[in-house]
């Protein structure tokens, strides 16, 4: 119970800082980091809708999309209806390559984990 206590306290921390951080760098880091957190803690309602707002932001860099789909994908069958809404939807709307074949390569992770 502790480490889901910590976890979920990480995990609302990393989320915060994802919206508010402006260095893309640590952007990034971030997306990986509560993907990796989630994957590992089972707790990550508030990473999933971060990451979902992360992927979804017109205004946001390429390389931080790519890596909230990553994360997404790693979160399997628990990245829930809203992150695979949010996966399907960049795999069809989004423009880059490669934000797209991430998105398709999440879907398929969390649906193999379903």
Known sequence: QIGEAVG???MA?????LET??????RQRLATSIGQLGAECHTGDVGVQALVKALGRRDESLHVKMRAA?????FGHRVGEAGAVAL??????EK???VRLRAATALGRCSDAA
């Open 13 to 17: 921390a990393l989320a915060r800082s």
């Open 96 to 98: 880059e390559d490669s």
């Open 21 to 26: 951080e402006t260095s893309e760098a640590v």
């Open 88 to 93: 399907a939807k960049a795999l069809t709307m």
């Open 70 to 74: 990553e994360a997404l994908g790693m």
């Open 8 to 10: 979920h306290t990480g």
